[in-house]
């Protein structure tokens, strides 16, 4: 399927989808997705977002996703393409709702589209006690993210940032959070989330080039410790967050640049 002869296309298992290969998706919401952009024929982090997929579908499918065929799949659908945003999603048409506990074999479902501009003026973050289920897989459970973001945009804010009772930070609504401290250190908050592929590429990134790291508890009431904070996710690999609730952070850091030097330091690998 295309969509008005775009660069948008979506394939099933490395064929044109057709509208009933995707009754099973809609109706069970029940799945897995990774997301990746394709850059000069090539993706950072490819092994990742491979090891992710394998790893998601034992979870919830109880089999095994080889990368060959998902590198297959990518693959036929980028063609030629040299620039890209890919979304892959695992789903099964033949399971059974009544009987989640066996195996099925899973369908690779990818869509392609013309890449993204990454946007990076600073974030106003509002704070929400709210946590993932099964927060270590990047699921298709997405409505409580989106309903927090816009509960967030309703009053003035541009995005939700999720923490426990406590106050214990732990991610955005579809991405990461990292901190600097007062010694320009970056600090990844240590709460259950998912350990996104944009996150790991920085800290590999940050580990080549000798830049300080730690994980550790960062709760709402700590912000001040902090002169700056960041996003990442797969879209923008770093976006300097200016707020978290009334705190304020610095914006014009170094930091910033010498993160996306970090993230650009991994290479593109070829599909």
């Known amino acids: 399927m295309s969509v008005s002869g775009s660069t948008e296309r979506i394939e099933l298992n490395g064929l044109p989808v057709q509208i009933g290969d995707l009754r099973a998706l809609v109706r069970t919401n029940y799945g897995h997705f990774t997301a990746m952009r394709v850059e000069e024929g090539g993706v950072r982090g490819l092994d990742l977002h491979l090891a992710r997929l394998d790893a998601s579908t034992r ?18 659908i980028v063609a030629d393409a040299s620039a890209l945003s890919l979304r892959i999603n695992v789903f099964a048409r033949g ?20 890449p993204r501009p990454a946007v990076v003026t600073p974030l106003r973050v509002k704070s929400f006690v709210h946590a993932r289920d099964a927060a270590d897989i990047k699921h298709v459970g997405t409505f409580a993210l989106f309903h927090h973001r816009r509960l967030a945009q309703l009053d003035g804010f541009d995005d939700a940032l999720f923490a426990d009772a406590a106050g214990r930070i732990s991610e955005g609504s579809i991405w990461n959070i990292g901190f600097v401290d007062a010694a320009d250190a970056v600090v990844w908050p240590d709460a259950p989330q998912l350990d996104g592929i944009s996150r790991q590429l920085l800290k590999a990134g940050l580990a080549r080039n000798g830049v300080a790291t730690s994980t550790r508890i960062v709760r709402t009431g700590d912000l001040a410790n902090y002169r700056a904070a960041f996003f990442t996710n797969a879209s923008v690999p770093v976006r300097p967050i200016a707020s978290i609730d009334a705190h304020r952070f610095e914006t014009a850091h170094e930091v910033f640049a010498r993160l996306r030097s970090c993230y650009e330091s991994n290479p593109l690998q070829r599909l």
């Open 59 to 76: 979870k919830l499918f109880g089999v095994p996703l080889a990368g060959d065929r998902v590198r297959a799949c990518l693959r036929h």
């Open 95 to 114: 399971l059974d709702r009544d009987r989640l506990d066996r195996v099925v074999e899973p369908d690779v479902l990818v869509m392609a589209s013309a």
